[in-house]
């Protein structure tokens, strides 16, 4: 059981602007670590998408954004496109887990 | 090319063992630490276990801990896991990740993945 809670799905039209949540706790996000995502495409590996909660790696479009406040993050993607239709899933690190890295929920993009 | 190749996987009976290795290449293995992460048939990513660029930190979830065991061989640039006392929920594709801290220790290289299937 992840303790990162995303939302199961979200939707938009291409062009559409959507969010999505990632709400952890004191012991994880609210403890000030960083938060990443990650952005799987069906049947491919994970791919990094944003790093210490707002940066993109090189060749990531400049439509993904990420954010970071008190126990929750959120990735935004603007002007929705077709192949951003994936899984995308938070990770940072939890202080009452021994080290351990944890992913969110995940949440599944349509673009309609 | 930066690249992570896992192998290894396979079907055991619930009970047995096996070993996942991942070759990296285009990179300094040896300056990297390494994580390995699973995804269950349909299921959202769980990361496994951590170990450090010397191994001298290592550590796991407590859904592996006491059964899987993580080490590397620097000299070889790879990266292993050890999984014994295997059960039907360890059923899930494999990936090895690079830990980077230029990105934060975020887990900026994956591999492909390997599929293991518990099952008798």
């Known amino acids: 059981q992840s303790v990162l809670t995303q939302p199961p799905s979200v939707s938009g039209a291409p062009g559409q602007r959507v969010t999505i949540s990632c709400t952890g706790s004191s012991s994880n996000i609210g403890a000030g670590y960083d938060v990443h995502w990650y952005q799987q495409l069906p049947g491919t590996a994970p791919k990094l998408l944003i790093y210490?909660?707002?940066n993109r790696p090189s060749g990531v479009p400049d439509r993904f954004s990420g954010s970071k406040s008190g126990t929750s993050a959120s990735l935004a993607i603007t002007g929705l496109q077709a192949e951003d239709e994936a899984d995308y899933y938070c990770?940072?690190?939890?202080?009452?887990?021994?080290?351990?890295?944890?992913f969110g929920t995940g949440t599944k993009v349509t673009v309609l | 090319e930066v690249q992570l190749v896992e192998s290894g996987g396979g079907l055991v009976q619930p009970g047995g063992s096996l070993r996942l290795s991942c070759a990296a290449s285009g990179f300094t293995f040896s300056s990297y630490s390494m994580n390995w992460v699973r995804q269950a048939p349909g299921k959202g990513l769980e990361w496994v276990s951590y170990?450090?660029?010397?191994?001298?930190?290592?550590y796991y979830a407590d859904s592996v801990k006491g059964r899987f065991t993580i080490s590397r061989d620097n000299a070889k640039n790879s990266l292993y896991l050890q999984m014994n006392s295997l059960r039907d929920e360890d059923t899930a594709v494999y990936y090895c990740a690079r830990t980077s801290t230029s990105t934060n220790d975020a887990f900026d290289i994956w591999g492909q993945g390997t599929m293991v299937t518990v099952s008798s």
């Open positions: 210490g909660n707002s």
């Open positions: 170990i450090s660029s010397s191994s001298s930190t290592i």
């Open positions: 990770q940072s690190y939890d202080s009452s887990l021994s080290g351990s890295s944890v």
